[in-house]
């Protein structure tokens, strides 16, 4: 299987298919790059070279004690950007997989990158604070660990129905799909999993935005009860007046499995929009 080392001796596992303009596809939390599977196929097939990876602490990558604040986790995605040599790159980033993207551009810029895309992120912040009170409390955050210390395979159980968006009577994806999910999180190391949520939870991306300066697409779910859209893409949509804004009317969280023909559609077209340069 193919690795690359970061800078501290993590061994990064990544998959690279096909061989036009290359898309980097960073993955939630607590799942891995394997998450991109529909979004793998149709951009495969539409001619573009996939590269989706596992971060460190989860799937198949080493599973380290420490390094899971957002620098370090940058420092990781640009080894692998760098040791595939990749240019007119487009990074996807869902969830908490955002965040590396608004900081891969304010640590490292541009240079390489064609444009970006943010899926259901977390970017500017989720932290409730003076400054962001329509934030989340810290206190949520702090439960979500204590679950996930007291159970960790129940609440991977009960957290992937309001991942994607289950109710009474709606059920959006499979039981196939939810085991899929579920054999994915348990990949991750407890510890990662801990430590990932006061990354995701808790870093201020505001000062990141001043960086975005390539074509940007934003798709959010306006049913996302994991990540709120009013706090976190309709203000990286005011912040970036030029981005392509797309809300998924009713769409939860997940919208990557949910609604999985929109977003490849969606994907494509941005990608369309901006062709490498001959």
Same mark, same amino acid.
Request: with cysteine; hydrophobic share 40%; charged share 20%.
């Given at each position: /299987?193919?690795?690359?080392?970061?800078r501290?001796?993590?061994? &990064?596992?990544?998959?690279? /298919?096909?061989?036009?303009?290359?898309?980097?596809l960073?993955?939630?939390?607590?799942?891995?790059?394997?998450?991109w599977?529909?979004?793998?196929?149709?951009?495969?097939?539409?001619?573009?070279?996939?590269?989706?990876?596992d971060?460190?602490?989860f799937?198949?990558?080493?599973?380290?004690?420490?390094?899971?604040?957002?620098?370090?986790?940058?420092?990781?995605?640009?080894?692998?950007?760098?040791?595939?040599?990749?240019?007119?790159? !487009?990074?996807?980033?869902?969830? /908490?997989?955002?965040?590396?993207?608004?900081?891969? &551009?304010? &640590?490292?810029?541009?240079?390489?990158?064609?444009?970006?895309a #943010?899926?259901?992120?977390?970017?500017?912040?989720?932290?409730?604070? =003076?400054?962001?009170?329509?934030?989340?409390a810290?206190? !949520?955050?702090?439960?979500?660990?204590?679950?996930?210390?007291?159970?960790?395979?129940?609440?991977?159980?009960?957290?992937?129905?309001?991942?994607? +968006?289950?109710?009474?009577?709606?059920?959006?994806?499979?039981?196939?799909? #939810?085991?899929?999910?579920? !054999?994915?999180?348990?990949?991750?190391?407890?510890?990662?999993?801990?430590?990932?949520?006061?990354?995701?939870?808790?870093?201020?991306?505001?000062?990141?935005?001043?960086?975005f300066?390539?074509?940007?697409?934003?798709?959010? +779910?306006?049913?996302?009860?994991?990540?709120?859209?009013?706090?976190?893409?309709?203000?990286?949509?005011?912040?970036?007046?030029?981005? =392509?804004?797309i809300?998924?009317?009713?769409?939860?969280?997940? &919208?990557?499995?949910?609604a =999985?023909?929109?977003?490849?559609?969606?994907?494509?077209?941005? #990608?369309?929009?901006?062709?490498?340069?001959?």
């Amino acid at each position: /299987m193919p690795f690359v080392t970061t800078r501290d001796g993590t061994n &990064l596992h990544y998959k690279d /298919m096909g061989s036009g303009r290359p898309v980097v596809l960073i993955h939630g939390w607590p799942l891995t790059g394997d998450m991109w599977e529909y979004q793998t196929v149709a951009l495969l097939e539409a001619g573009y070279r996939v590269i989706t990876y596992d971060r460190r602490g989860f799937g198949q990558s080493s599973h380290p004690l420490e390094g899971y604040d957002y620098d370090t986790l940058t420092h990781d995605l640009a080894t692998l950007i760098d040791e595939l040599d990749l240019v007119d790159a !487009t990074l996807v980033g869902f969830s /908490m997989g955002g965040g590396e993207v608004a900081r891969y &551009l304010s &640590l490292y810029g541009s240079a390489r990158l064609k444009s970006v895309a #943010l899926i259901s992120s977390i970017v500017p912040g989720l932290l409730k604070t =003076h400054d962001n009170p329509d934030g989340i409390a810290i206190d !949520t955050f702090a439960e979500i660990k204590g679950q996930i210390r007291k159970d960790r395979f129940e609440f991977l159980t009960e957290f992937a129905k309001k991942f994607y +968006g289950f109710g009474v009577l709606h059920k959006p994806v499979s039981q196939g799909l #939810l085991n899929w999910n579920f !054999t994915l999180a348990i990949m991750a190391s407890p510890m990662a999993t801990l430590d990932c949520v006061d990354s995701w939870g808790t870093t201020d991306f505001r000062p990141d935005l001043a960086a975005f300066n390539v074509p940007t697409l934003i798709v959010h +779910g306006t049913n996302d009860e994991t990540v709120p859209h009013k706090v976190t893409a309709k203000r990286v949509a005011e912040a970036l007046p030029n981005a =392509h804004y797309i809300e998924y009317e009713g769409a939860p969280h997940g &919208l990557f499995a949910t609604a =999985h023909e929109r977003l490849n559609q969606d994907l494509l077209a941005f #990608l369309e929009k901006y062709p490498a340069v001959a």
